[in-house]
């Protein structure tokens, strides 16, 4: 069982240049989330999916876009990197809003903007 | 605005020495509280949920307890494997978002 995979694991971009996060789940899950993890910030909310073909902003969503191809896999895209987006980035899903249980977490992406 | 808060930032214990982690949320219509556990270059992985207000789960040497207001993670005679970071998340109402507190770093020293 993979769970949630998310690709890269590792990134290194330069300021203004553009990248996509990939993350996949193979749990047939309905929900799909991207946090940022900073030093002493926890993780905050990026951006969020209840399902196929729908988003909606977390807490800091701002420079950042989000795609839901599938109920598979949801996408994050920087469309211009700036050292502020220098982070740890985690995808999780759950199964939905009706079961209300925990959400399960890829990886990690370690993202650094220069 | 809904907010949850963790205390201490960060604990360092000595190997036996018990002690609490609190969660605080002032989250309008709870659906439910979640405590995960972080190790360093890895992802949260999931330890405990709670519902109501009374509530408690257990495992091995961690205990969640719940009130209307906050969460307590109880760790027992700990162990340095039980060193990491501890986060909180709490869903409400209408919405199946996770929002996270800043966590509990937990060092336990033989």
């Known amino acids: 069982n993979a769970g949630v995979t998310q690709t890269p694991k590792f990134q290194v971009l330069k300021t203004g240049q553009s990248m996509t996060l990939q993350c996949a789940q193979d749990m047939n899950h309905n929900s799909m989330y991207w946090y940022r993890q900073d030093p002493g910030m926890g993780l905050r909310l990026i951006y969020y999916s209840a399902s196929e073909g729908t988003t909606d902003k977390g807490e800091v969503p701002n420079g950042y876009n989000v795609s839901r191809l599938n109920k598979r896999e949801f996408s994050l895209r920087l469309e211009s990197a700036a050292p502020s987006q220098t982070s740890v980035y985690f995808c999780a899903s759950s199964p939905g809003q009706d079961l209300n249980t925990e959400a399960f977490f890829g990886q990690g992406t370690r993202l650094t903007v220069v | 605005e809904d907010q949850v808060t963790q205390s201490p930032e960060a604990l360092r214990l000595q190997e036996g020495e018990s002690s609490s982690l609190n969660c605080s949320y002032t989250?309008?219509?709870?659906?439910?509280l979640f405590w995960y556990r972080q190790d360093p270059g890895k992802g949260p992985e999931f330890l405990f949920t709670?519902?109501?207000a009374g509530e408690e789960k257990e495992k091995e040497r961690l205990k969640a307890t719940l009130t209307k207001k906050e969460s307590f993670l109880h760790i027992t005679a700990p162990k340095p494997e039980d060193s990491a970071t501890y986060l909180c998340?709490?869903?409400?109402?209408?919405?199946?978002?996770?929002?996270f507190g800043t966590g509990t770093r937990l060092q336990v020293f033989p």
């Open positions: 998340a709490v869903r409400y109402y209408n919405t199946d978002k996770l929002i």
């Open positions: 709670l519902y109501s």
């Open positions: 989250v309008s219509g709870l659906r439910g």
